[in-house]
């Protein structure tokens, strides 16, 4: 897609004349795939959000799961890496709000039934490799901690960042702004950056 804009800026106006109508096509093709998923999963995806995976086999919603306006849901596997294969499943009746970044890029996602996930909430499921002497961007991603599990009946607030490696326990709830890093448990209030216990419910 980069290649394409970059042809078409070379071409003037007959490239403008392009970009619209690949703009366009764009537009009528993801309108038809999130029919086609709503129809399939029984579940509300707002137009504007984006969904992209490799295999439908591991990506799956629930009945009734909720998908906000311009939230971006990746499950895609690792090009650059041996491991790094991809599963992202939401459970039943979750509800994921606006402008949310979930990327099971090279790990594994998974999140409960009936969760409140609110808005510019980033849960992303693997880091990228840091070795030196090679571009980070262009290293395969770190498969030590590529997971993250959400439990039933958790409350994600505004502005969280979940981070790889981290469970969160049935019926927790995560302060807006937090920064979970480590593992929350059961029924507990966590808020901060890194998210510490505040009381149980």
């Known amino acids: ?35 086609s998923l709503e129809i399939k999963y029984q579940c509300h995806i707002h137009p504007d959000a984006q969904i992209l995976y490799t295999d439908a086999k591991r990506f799956s919603l629930a009945e ?18 041996e491991w790094g294969v991809s599963h992202l499943s939401i459970g039943k009746g979750t509800s994921i709000g606006e402008m949310n970044n979930i990327r099971a890029g090279g790990g594994t996602i998974r999140i409960g039934e009936k ?37 039933d009946d958790v409350w994600v607030g505004s502005g969280v960042q979940i981070m790889p490696g981290v469970t969160i326990g049935k019926g927790a709830v995560i302060g807006a702004g937090s920064v979970v890093t480590k593992d929350v448990e059961p029924n507990s209030i966590v808020v901060g950056s890194p998210a510490k216990l505040v009381r149980m419910r």
């Open 1 to 35: 897609m980069r290649k394409l804009a970059l042809l078409t800026n070379k071409l003037g106006f007959i490239g403008i004349f392009l970009k619209v109508i690949i703009i366009i096509l764009n537009k009528l093709s993801k309108w038809f795939r999130t029919a």
């Open 64 to 81: 009734g799961v909720f998908i906000g306006a311009n939230t971006i849901l990746i499950c895609a596997d690792d090009a650059k890496g």
């Open 115 to 151: 969760c409140i996930l609110a808005q510019h909430i980033s849960i992303v499921a693997a880091n990228h490799l840091i070795a030196p002497g090679e571009f980070m961007i262009d290293q395969a991603w770190d498969t030590t901690k590529n997971f993250i599990v959400i439990e």
